[in-house]
C-alpha cells in the first residue's frame, strides 16, 4: 500500500542550527510529495512540494529533494530560528487522487 | 480572503449519541477533504468531493459515518452512535480542482470530538 514514514520527535536544535527531518515513502506509480506544517494554536499549512523525481521544493529556507531511487523526501534548513517551532507532516498524493496520505508527524523545538 | 472554517471549534457528546461537524470551504474551492486526526497521528483520510458528489469515500470507517454537500460548498459529516473511538479531531480542506496537477490543499482548525 502507501505510507509515509518520518523521523520520531520530538527534535530539539538550538537556533542557528542545521536542520534535517526524514521522510521515506511507499507508494505506486509516481506519487507528489509534500511537507505540511502545524505551528501552535494554528492549522496545517502546506509548506512546499515536489511533484517528479529530482525535483526540489522550496520555502521559507526550508527544502526538500524528491528521491526517487532511495523513496525519500528529506526536510532541511540551514539555519532553523525559534518561530520554526511547530510539528511537520510529510506527505504524499497518487496521481488523479488527490487525498493526502500523511506521516505521523514531527514536533521540532528549537531553543534560542 | 476568508480560509476555510469549521463548526464546532470543539464537541463533546456522549457515547450512542449523534452529531454533525460542519466545514465552509474557501469560496470557489469545487473539491472538498475530510480527514482525521487522532492524538500523535498524522491526518487520515476520510472522504473527498468534487462539487456536490463524493468522489472517494474509501476512508469512511464504517456506515456510522456520512458526509454531504449538498450544493458544492459546504459539508456535513455526520457520526451516528457515537463510541470513544471516535474521538478526535476531524479536519476539513478545500482546494481548487482534483485533477492534473495537484493544487494545495488549505486546511481549517478543525473541530475537537470527544466522546464520553
Known amino acids: 500500500g502507501n505510507s509515509v514514514t518520518q523521523m520520531e520527535g520530538p527534535v530539539t536544535l538550538s537556533e542557528e542550527a542545521f536542520l534535517t527531518i526524514n521522510c521515506t515513502y511507499t507508494a505506486t506509480g509516481y506519487p507528489s510529495l509534500f511537507w505540511y506544517v502545524q505551528y501552535p494554536g494554528e492549522g496545517l499549512q502546506l509548506l512546499l512540494k515536489a511533484t517528479k523525481a529530482d525535483d526540489k521544493g522550496s520555502n521559507k529556507g526550508f527544502e526538500a529533494t524528491y528521491r526517487k531511487e532511495t523513496t525519500s523526501f528529506h526536510l532541511e534548513k540551514g539555519s532553523v530560528q525559534v518561530s520554526d517551532s511547530a510539528v511537520y507532516f510529510c506527505a504524499l498524493s497518487r496521481p488523479n487522487t488527490d487525498k493526502l496520505i500523511f506521516g505521523t508527524g514531527t514536533r521540532l523545538q528549537v531553543f534560542p | 480572503g476568508a480560509g476555510v472554517s469549521q463548526t464546532p471549534s470543539n464537541k463533546v457528546t456522549e457515547k450512542g449519541k449523534y452529531v454533525e461537524l460542519r466545514c465552509d470551504p474557501i469560496?470557489?474551492?469545487?473539491?472538498l477533504y475530510w480527514y482525521r486526526q487522532s492524538l500523535g497521528q498524522g491526518p487520515e483520510f476520510l472522504i473527498y468531493f468534487q462539487g456536490t458528489g463524493a468522489a472517494d469515500d474509501s476512508g469512511l470507517p464504517n456506515d456510522r459515518f456520512f458526509a454531504v454537500r449538498p450544493e458544492g460548498s459546504v459539508s456535513t459529516l455526520k457520526i451516528q452512535r457515537t463510541e470513544r473511538g471516535d474521538s478526535a479531531v476531524y479536519l476539513c480542506a478545500s482546494s481548487l480542482t482534483i485533477t492534473g496537477e495537484p493544487y494545495e490543499q488549505y486546511f481549517g482548525p478543525g473541530t475537537r470530538l470527544t466522546v464520553t
Open positions: 469560496s470557489g474551492h469545487t473539491a
